[in-house]
């Protein structure tokens, strides 16, 4: 890894620190920005997660779950915990955190924003971080393709219902609308954007195109992961949000 990479944990705690500044110093200008929202969906945030996901979406081959029978231990292991136990225990923990052992400490209406906030982050498996983690351990790149495009096929069609049966369940109101929404944009247009991207670049065969755009691409994805860092929490400090104000 490059030293950029290495030090990517400092470079987020920085943005951190300069976005709840910038909330401080100019909350008016962070206010106008959150309100560019469509079904509480905020769009500039939308534009960078596509920065940063679209070059992941393009290492992604999809062909590769023709064999996910060869060694089904490792991806059956890897859905029941992304799926069947990660986003209920993110939610139990949520709960005891927020509602039992810090009640006394956080207002009920933040509470409610960060249970919300970690029932999300639990039904969301990250797809960048897979190839990030697979590559330092010399993991196997193809299983690790296996896995991902497993993962992001059952996320289009599992994250809405299972985020909105958390909800529901922790008393969090977000519309269904944005529950939509939101992997529409976040997942199913960046993978068919990855998909027409890599067939276009691999025709017969040649991924060295492929890897060379991906390789293109980097620098841009670290660029949209480190806005959203501080600019979340800027619009967390510069806008009053209700509960069913969530921003995706």
């Known amino acids: 890894m490059g030293i950029f990479e290495r030090y990517l944990s400092l470079w987020v705690g920085l943005c951190i620190v300069a976005g709840v500044s910038a909330g401080i110093l100019v909350p008016g200008t962070f206010a106008a920005i959150a309100r560019l929202e469509y079904a509480h969906v905020n769009l500039v945030i939308a534009v960078f997660i596509w920065i940063m996901i679209y070059p992941m979406m393009v290492q992604i081959d999809f062909t590769a779950i023709r064999d996910v029978g060869r060694r089904p231990r490792g991806l059956m292991l890897t859905l ?71 993962n992001d096929v059952i996320m289009i069609f599992a994250f809405a219902p299972i985020a909105a049966l958390l909800l529901g369940v922790s008393d969090i109101d977000v519309p269904w609308e944005t529950l939509v929404l939101s992997v529409v944009l976040y997942v199913l247009l960046p993978l068919i954007a990855g998909v027409i991207t890599r067939r276009h670049l691999s025709k017969n065969g040649n991924e060295q195109k492929v890897n060379a755009f991906v390789h293109l691409l980097k620098p841009w994805s670290v660029i949209g992961l480190l806005p959203p860092s501080y600019c979340c929490l800027v619009f967390r400090r510069s806008v009053s949000w209700r509960s069913h104000k969530l921003s995706f």
């Not at 982050?121 to 960048?128: D, E, I, Q, R, S």
């Open 80 to 150: 029941i915990v992304n799926w069947l136990i990660k986003p209920f225990t993110m939610a139990a923990l949520g709960w005891l955190f927020f509602r039992v052992f810090f009640a006394n400490w956080v207002d009920p209406q933040s509470a409610t924003e960060y249970i919300a906030g970690m029932i999300l982050l639990g039904v969301a498996p990250c797809t960048a971080m897979v190839f990030v983690w697979s590559q330092l351990t010399r993991g196997d790149a193809n299983y690790t393709l296996v896995q991902v495009a497993a």
